[in-house]
């Protein structure tokens, strides 16, 4: 039985997952995707005998409903998860030294990891395990805690600019996209809380073994097809307007346009894309969504005729090089190593040309990697994501808006919306969840005033 209609603009984890449910619990869904494809940012492109993704993406044991939607799509097997937390910290110069969680009960098991810790002195070492503890007390949905930057509340408890760097740092500009100072205090406790300190298991890496457009994209395309989800790619929607019954969705499409009716209505866009559709409806705040602002991206790949490291995985401090992954059997390489560079919170580096990327990087893999001295380069070339997360800053949650909107039967779904989750995979498919709830609610609540009308 049909039980209304709902369209669902963007395609991306939030959009895949609130069609998803919603054809679950009954409804007639149509999925609106300006591209050719689905998967939102998480996709691929062919680069000679390389299967590029855009960007490098992780994902931790505690991203729960993420690792729920690739079971659902059949794309759970395309992740390895590591068995125990473990990630090989390297300088120029240095011995390496590693983050490694032992077998033992939450918050225990990160103590050895913390004391082992080389890049960090013992007076350094003992500091960082007292405020680790001090972490457990913070609620991240405080509104105050969100005010207060990472760095500032860390220098508060008397860590110092080198535990900022090669530590807290570390975990929190790959997590957040952003240094200490322009991160939410409230966003970080989550990511440290959530993902480090209240479940030992909770921090294990996982890593996709297989490019993102078919690890989301064409498996979700799959499994939302044979639900019987009516996806239609290469189909941009224009604006949300009332109708006579709920609203209507212009579409603009290769053949011309159309209008979509709909009982309901989940915009799960970008946030800037979100206000502009909005725009004709009375939704407060979509005007304020515009100062999340974005946080840009890039991400370095580099082609060698050989191995030059042993490391699958690994960060760097003292280096221009954050985070460094090994790609090479992912994109299908015939030959040599593939790397990737990963570099979070790269307001610098997004406008700077490939040649001087390549002057900065390329010196500095030969720093990690002797035998980078040795290889024959094949290829080097940047990907860059400008808008790759919205800007998680202090006082960000206060313009994060709700899943429900003034608008009865208009939903909000994406990553940017309050989830209490940083702009993350995990944040992006509670969103899409959340969303296919407030559909059901707010059409069932319908449904039963026309009924007893």
Same mark, same amino acid.
């Given at each position: !039985?049909?039980?209304?209609?709902?369209?669902?603009?963007?395609?991306?984890?939030?959009?895949?997952?609130?069609?998803?449910?919603?054809?679950?619990?009954?409804?007639?869904?149509?999925?609106?995707?300006?591209?050719?494809?689905?998967?939102?940012?998480?996709?691929?492109?062919?680069?000679?005998?390389?299967?590029?993704?855009?960007?490098?993406?992780?994902?931790?044991?505690?991203?729960?409903?993420?690792?729920?939607?690739?079971? $659902?799509?059949?794309? =759970?097997?395309?992740?390895?998860?590591?068995?125990?937390?473990?990630?090989?910290?390297?300088?120029?110069?240095?011995?390496?030294?590693?983050?490694?969680?032992?077998?033992?009960?939450?918050?225990?098991?990160?103590?050895?990891?913390?004391?082992?810790?080389? $890049?960090?002195?013992?007076?350094?070492? %003992?500091? =960082?395990? $007292?405020?680790?503890?001090?972490?457990?007390?913070?609620?991240?949905?405080?509104?105050?805690?969100?005010?207060?930057?990472?760095?500032?509340?860390?220098?508060?408890?008397?860590?110092?600019?080198?535990?900022?760097?090669?530590?807290?740092?570390?975990?929190?500009?790959?997590?957040?996209?952003?240094?200490?100072?322009?991160?939410? !205090?409230?966003?970080?406790?989550?990511?440290?809380?959530?993902?480090?300190?209240?479940?030992?298991?909770?921090?294990?890496?996982? %890593?996709?073994?297989?490019?993102?457009?078919?690890?989301h994209g064409e498996a979700g395309r799959q499994t939302l097809l044979a639900a019987g989800v009516d996806v239609r790619l290469r189909r941009?929607?224009? =604006?949300?307007?009332?109708?006579?019954?709920?609203?209507?969705?212009?579409?603009?499409?290769?053949?011309g346009a159309s209008v979509l009716d709909a009982d309901s209505v989940v915009v799960a866009t970008p946030h800037s894309a979100a206000a502009?559709?909005?725009?004709?409806?009375?939704?407060?705040?979509?005007?304020?969504?515009?100062?999340?602002?974005?946080?840009?991206?890039?991400?370095?790949?580099?082609?060698?005729?050989?191995?030059?490291?042993?490391? *699958?995985?690994?960060?760097?401090?003292?280096?221009?090089?954050?985070?460094?992954?090994?790609?090479?059997?992912?994109?299908?390489?015939?030959?040599?190593?593939?790397?990737?560079?990963?570099?979070?919170?790269?307001?610098?580096?997004?406008? !700077?040309?490939?040649?001087?990327?390549? *002057?900065?990087?390329?010196?500095?893999?030969?720093?990690?990697?002797?035998?980078?001295?040795?290889?024959?380069?094949?290829?080097?070339?940047?990907?860059?994501?400008?808008?790759?997360?919205?800007?998680?800053?202090?006082?960000?949650?206060?313009?994060?808006?709700?899943?429900?909107?003034?608008?009865?039967?208009?939903?909000?779904?994406?990553?940017?919306?309050?989830?209490?989750?940083?702009?993350?995979?995990?944040?992006?498919?509670?969103?899409?969840?959340?969303?296919?709830?407030?559909?059901?609610?707010?059409?069932?609540?319908?449904?039963?005033?026309?009924?007893?009308?």
């Amino acid at each position: !039985m049909n039980r209304g209609t709902v369209v669902v603009i963007g395609g991306g984890l939030a959009g895949m997952a609130a069609a998803l449910d919603c054809r679950e619990r009954g409804y007639s869904v149509r999925l609106l995707e300006a591209r050719p494809r689905l998967g939102g940012a998480t996709y691929s492109f062919a680069r000679g005998d390389l299967l590029v993704d855009t960007g490098q993406h992780v994902l931790l044991r505690c991203y729960t409903a993420y690792l729920d939607l690739l079971r $659902r799509i059949g794309a =759970a097997d395309g992740v390895r998860m590591q068995q125990r937390f473990r990630v090989p910290v390297l300088s120029p110069g240095a011995a390496p030294t590693s983050l490694t969680r032992w077998n033992l009960r939450a918050p225990a098991h990160l103590a050895p990891a913390l004391l082992n810790y080389r $890049r960090l002195n013992w007076a350094q070492r %003992v500091r =960082a395990a $007292r405020t680790a503890l001090a972490l457990r007390g913070i609620d991240p949905s405080d509104p105050a805690i969100d005010e207060q930057s990472l760095g500032q509340w860390l220098r508060d408890q008397g860590e110092t600019p080198r535990a900022v760097d090669a530590l807290w740092g570390l975990l929190a500009v790959a997590a957040l996209n952003a240094a200490p100072d322009d991160a939410s !205090m409230a966003l970080a406790a989550k990511v440290f809380r959530t993902g480090l300190l209240e479940t030992a298991d909770a921090c294990d890496i996982g %890593v996709p073994q297989q490019p993102l457009s078919e690890l989301h994209g064409e498996a979700g395309r799959q499994t939302l097809l044979a639900a019987g989800v009516d996806v239609r790619l290469r189909r941009k929607a224009r =604006a949300i307007r009332r109708g006579p019954k709920g609203f209507q969705v212009p579409v603009e499409e290769q053949a011309g346009a159309s209008v979509l009716d709909a009982d309901s209505v989940v915009v799960a866009t970008p946030h800037s894309a979100a206000a502009a559709l909005v725009d004709e409806l009375p939704v407060r705040g979509s005007a304020e969504w515009s100062r999340l602002s974005s946080s840009p991206i890039v991400n370095v790949h580099v082609h060698f005729d050989r191995a030059v490291t042993d490391h *699958e995985m690994a960060a760097v401090l003292d280096s221009p090089v954050q985070w460094v992954f090994d790609r090479t059997r992912i994109s299908g390489a015939r030959r040599g190593q593939y790397l990737a560079l990963s570099q979070s919170a790269a307001q610098q580096e997004i406008g !700077m040309r490939t040649e001087e990327l390549r *002057e900065i990087f390329l010196p500095a893999l030969r720093e990690l990697f002797p035998a980078v001295g040795k290889a024959k380069l094949l290829d080097f070339f940047v990907t860059r994501e400008p808008h790759a997360t919205f800007r998680q800053a202090p006082g960000s949650a206060a313009l994060r808006p709700s899943a429900i909107t003034e608008v009865p039967g208009l939903v909000l779904a994406g990553a940017w919306t309050a989830t209490g989750w940083p702009d993350t995979t995990e944040g992006a498919v509670r969103s899409g969840i959340r969303a296919a709830e407030a559909v059901d609610a707010e059409l069932r609540s319908r449904t039963s005033v026309e009924v007893t009308a």
